[in-house]
């Protein structure tokens, strides 16, 4: 048998909901040797693309603020 403790009214009280977030669809033009990198690095390319772009507006974001 397994210890599990009670959830309490604390727990509940500090706890947050998170409305899950519906994925979207994104259409970028990107230069044809830019897919080509992104390609070369494998079948998750486009996933790892869309992880440097988001960086990126980051980043600009951050440095328009200093």
Not at 22 to 49: C, H, R
Request: glycine residues 4%.
């Amino acid at each position: 048998m397994l210890d599990i403790n009670t959830l309490t009214e604390e727990f509940f009280g500090k706890s947050r909901w998170w409305k899950p977030v519906t994925p979207m669809n994104v259409i970028v033009q990107v230069d044809p040797e830019t897919l080509a990198l992104f390609q070369s690095q494998g079948e998750d390319y486009e996933k790892k693309w869309l992880r440097h772009y988001a960086f990126m507006q980051r980043l600009t974001r951050c440095k328009d603020v200093l």
